[in-house]
């Protein structure tokens, strides 16, 4: 809660900030409002409480949640209260239906995505995300290839194709697809067995079923595809974990880059994304090596309880150590994975977040965006949902020597046009909400 604002005289400066709120107040006319809960504001450091709980879930990736997509294969879970072909809006508290956002850089703004689901629901529910964001086009869609069995790791006929499809129609868009490095990825394989597959795999057992993955991409037209090779290595939960052989994992991460970079007509970039911080094992000494890797990324959410987002990046193998390393190997940054988690609707996770992705400029982010990481997908975080939409509503890419028209008193603006919100965008900026006291000329 915001401290309790005593009434009392105001001194000169009080006065003069009055005179300026008040001046930026006629400046913007009739279209400043105050919410009814001015005066509530979350404490740094701590989730804001709402009316619905987020649901308790493991620690693991959207690969570890189950989902209806072609093939059977298993995509990770949307809730079940999601309709079958499109999501309804978040309802969200007194905010405008189109909010415009600047970049805070000035750069433009990082090209970015979410997680939709794995299927070729993900492809749909894109167009909806945009509309839900002003306008604006995600440029980024990622997908996971279910790890079940090698036929799946080597893209099973039919899963990839909505995929490709919404690649192959602008020349501006990226697809980013996590890829297993072993069958029985999430089935709580033994440290010790999983230690004799490295040994296998270093040996090149399984180098043909990535060769057939390579092939197959290819032959969907989708040759540049963003590929998360063995994602969160440095935990527990994945077959295709390093800490058991970290050598042999790094000759075997060796191989399939060199195995599919074989085939002919490629031009895959490989994305070594380790999660945050120190797990099983430090990432550092799981990293293959700069010919091998095209990007470093990050799968960072807000987690563990009650760690603040400075501490996320200060901790040991943070995200500002992950920025050190990637720039010390002359490496772009990525952050395949992020979201809300162990604190709930959390706005300083989400304001810092978001001003952490537009600081260091990564080649693509896609938040994860089901409960209980997300915004969109998930009513449990209206907060936080807020901030991201304010974020990244109607933002366009505009080249920066061409200057935007100036209308004539006659122009009206287009119907579609988004309408600024200034209660928004100054409350991004300030970090709290706008709170005027208009008593404060009286005695106490």
Not at 240 to 250: E, F, G, I, L, V
Not at 284 to 309: A, L, N, R
Not at 409 to 418: G, L, R, S, V
Request: glycine share 6%.
């Amino acid at each position: 809660m915001a401290p309790h604002l005593r009434k009392a005289r105001p001194g000169p400066s009080a006065v003069i900030a009055a005179a300026a709120v008040a001046a930026l107040a006629l400046a913007i006319g009739p279209d400043l409002t105050v919410s009814p809960g001015a005066a509530r504001a979350a404490a740094p450091h701590a989730p804001v409480p709402t009316a619905v709980t987020p649901p308790t879930a493991p620690e693991t990736s959207p690969a570890s949640q189950a989902s209806e997509a072609p093939s059977a294969a298993l995509s990770p879970t949307v809730p079940a209260v999601q309709p079958t072909t499109s999501v309804a809006p978040v309802p969200l508290p007194a905010t405008p239906s189109q909010t415009l956002m600047p970049s805070p850089s000035g750069r433009g703004f990082p090209p970015f995505g979410a997680f939709l689901d794995s299927g070729a629901r993900g492809v749909a529910r894109m167009a909806d995300l945009s509309h839900w964001l002003g306008g604006t086009e995600l440029k980024v869609a990622h997908t996971y290839l279910p790890g079940e069995h090698w036929s799946d790791i080597e893209g099973s006929p039919g899963f990839l194709d909505a995929w490709a499809d919404w690649r192959r129609r602008q020349a501006d868009r990226t697809l980013v697809l996590n890829v297993p490095m072993q069958e029985r990825n999430e089935e709580d394989v033994p440290d010790s067995e999983v230690r004799w597959l490295l040994g296998q795999a270093a040996a090149g057992a399984f180098d043909h079923h990535f060769r057939a993955l390579a092939e197959r991409l290819v032959e969907l037209k989708v040759p540049d595809t963003v590929i998360v090779l063995g994602w969160e290595m440095n935990g527990t939960t994945y077959t295709h974990r390093c800490a058991p052989d970290p050598q042999a994992w790094k000759t075997y991460w060796k191989r399939i880059v060199t195995t599919m970079r074989s085939v002919p007509g490629q031009r895959f970039r490989f994305d070594f994304t380790p999660s945050r911080g120190l797990d099983a094992v430090p990432w550092t000494e799981c990293y293959p090596g700069d010919d091998v890797v095209d990007i470093i990324g990050m799968d960072s959410y807000d987690q563990p309880s009650g760690m603040s987002f400075d501490e996320q990046v200060k901790e040991p193998f943070g995200l500002q150590q992950h920025v050190d390393f990637a720039r010390s190997h002359g490496k772009p940054v990525s952050y395949p994975e992020w979201g809300l988690f162990r604190n709930g609707d959390n706005t300083e996770y989400m304001r810092g977040m978001l001003a952490w992705i537009d600081e260091h400029a990564p080649l693509y982010n896609t938040l994860t965006d089901y409960c209980p990481h997300g915004v969109w997908q998930c009513s449990a975080n209206p907060l936080s949902a807020r901030i991201y939409r304010a974020a990244l509503s109607a933002r366009t890419e505009q080249p920066a020597a061409t200057p935007a028209p100036t209308p004539t008193p006659t122009q009206k603006p287009p119907a579609d046009c988004p309408r600024p919100d200034p209660e928004d965008w100054l409350e991004y900026w300030l970090g709290g909400k706008l709170c005027f006291r208009f008593d404060w000329w009286s005695e106490d």
